[in-house]
T-cell receptor, first 114, second 111 residues
Framework: AQSVAQPEDQVNVAEGNPLTVKCTYSVSGNPYLFWYVQYPNRGLQFLLKYITGDNLVKGSYGFEAEFNKSQTSFHLKKPSALVSDSALYFCAVREGSGTYKYIFGTGTRLKVLA | DGGITQSPKYLFRKEGQNVTLSCEQNLNHDAMYWYRQDPGQGLRLIYYSQIVNDFQKGDIAEGYSVSREKKESFPLTVTSAQKNPTAFYLC??????????FGPGTRLLVL
């Protein structure tokens, strides 16, 4: 069965420092991986995705993520955090192209301190 | 939030009442989804529809019903059988590509 784990409920980082939000997954086929961000009382906004190709994926707002097949991970990163990056971040996985179902992690709250 | 609208933003339900949440998209997407979000639990799939006049149950369909009579609309009814309906409800849609896009959400509260 598909699953996604976000091991940290909250990540704190100082403004200007690099940030990492962790995600590991489990699927039996090829994973399609996604990161979304959610601001309070809003819907989820798409940040980036990995389907195939280059393991380093660049997305919106300066975020990037690295797909690591051997570690089954897809960590979200940003070189220099902004206070405005403070939000709830979700990792999601879909198993290949044969299913319409997405599995979401429980979310990681990122707090960037000024 | 793109071309997906959800209404109302807040909805109040009385005991024993059925309520309907609206979801409309102008993205010409074939697939539409309903999720429930509770604190600390991420998103859980209620129902999804791959095409008009067809839909499938997700992981937590009990106490909910849907219809898909038009491509652009996928309303969700929270029935009186749903004993714990207080949550944030999110609608999403997807076309042939892999990315789901989400609406702004509806918060359902019980009076």
């Amino acid at each position: 069965a598909q699953s996604v784990a976000q091991p940290e409920d909250q990540v704190n980082v100082a403004e200007g420092n690099p940030l990492t939000v962790k995600c590991t997954y489990s699927v039996s086929g090829n994973p399609y991986l996604f990161w979304y961000v959610q601001y309070p009382n809003r819907g989820l906004q798409f940040l980036l995705k990995y389907i195939t190709g280059d393991n380093l994926v660049k997305g919106s707002y300066g975020f990037e993520a690295e797909f690591n097949k051997s570690q089954t991970s897809f960590h979200l990163k940003k070189p220099s955090a902004l206070v405005s990056d403070s939000a709830l971040y979700f990792c999601a996985v879909r198993e290949g192209s044969g299913t319409y179902k997405y599995i979401f992690g429980t979310g990681t709250r990122l707090k960037v301190l000024a | 939030d793109g071309g997906i609208t959800q209404s109302p933003k807040y909805l109040f339900r009385k005991e024993g009442q059925n309520v309907t949440l609206s979801c409309e998209q102008n993205l010409n997407h074939d697939a539409m989804y309903w999720y429930r979000q509770d604190p600390g639990q991420g998103l859980r799939l209620i129902y999804y529809s791959q095409i008009v006049n067809d839909f499938q149950k997700g992981d937590i369909a009990e106490g909910y019903s849907v219809s898909r009579e038009k491509k652009e609309s996928f309303p969700l009814t929270v029935t009186s059988a749903q004993k714990n309906p207080t949550a944030f409800y999110l609608c999403a849609s997807r076309q042939v590509g892999e990315t789901q896009y989400f609406g702004p959400g509806t918060r359902l509260l019980v009076l």
